[in-house]
């Protein structure tokens, strides 16, 4: 129904900066809360932030509010993610998502995904 494809990752050196994109195709962008998920290799996914559909609502993990910041423009079918001052635990491979339900932060409440976009901070 949806297709997501991320890109932006790559590896930089902490306290620096990087911005994902998602691209979205198939039914309408619009109508979904969108998410950025990260997952450690053979570790559980986790949640990272998410933005509504309406209202344009932000939510964000503790170990991310202050330094990354989610954004979508519906126009471009984009989402992006803008990750400031990284760390070398902010290192894992990220993910973004579509849910129907705003503020959600569970990972089987998001029905669409992307393929994963490796983010890697050195020290």
């Known amino acids: 129904q949806v297709q997501l494809v991320e890109s932006g990752g790559g590896l930089v050196q902490a306290g620096d900066s990087l911005r994902l994109s998602c691209a979205a195709s198939?039914?309408?962008?619009?109508?979904?809360?969108m998410g950025w998920f990260r997952q450690p290799a053979g570790k559980e996914r986790e949640f990272v932030t998410q933005i509504t559909q309406i209202g344009y609502m932000t939510y964000y993990a503790d170990s991310v509010k202050g330094r990354f910041t989610i954004s979508r423009d519906n126009a471009k079918n984009t989402v992006y993610l803008q990750m400031n001052a990284l760390k070398a635990e902010d290192t894992d491979v990220y993910y973004c998502?579509?849910?129907?339900?705003?503020?959600?932060?569970?990972?089987?409440?998001?029905?669409?995904w992307g393929q994963g976009t490796q983010v890697t901070v050195s020290s």
């Open positions: 998502a579509a849910s129907n339900i705003q503020g959600s932060r569970s990972a089987e409440e998001y029905a669409y």
């Open positions: 198939g039914r309408t962008f619009s109508s979904y809360a």
